[in-house]
């Protein structure tokens, strides 16, 4: 067990304070949601980009 999971009281919770978007910060995010809780939601995610500081800060850096 990977140790990922939503409640089904949770996805009824998002159901019933009617969220219409769901937004996940990086690919990792974004598989682990569809993996685990669109199922329960029937919402899919955008998957934005990482803002992670290991890869997105390396390339930012200036080439000498």
Do not use: M, W
């Not at 682990?32 to 919402?43: Q, R, S, V």
């Not at 995610?45 to 800060?57: I, N, Y």
Request: glycine residues 8%.
């Amino acid at each position: 067990k990977e140790g990922y999971s939503i409640s089904k009281d949770t996805a009824a919770l998002i159901r019933q304070l009617g969220v219409q978007a769901v937004f996940c910060n990086g690919a990792a995010s974004g598989r682990i949601y569809a993996k685990y809780a669109e199922p329960l939601t029937h919402l899919p995610a955008v998957v934005l980009p990482s803002t992670s500081l290991g890869l997105t800060a390396i390339l930012r850096l200036p080439l000498r």
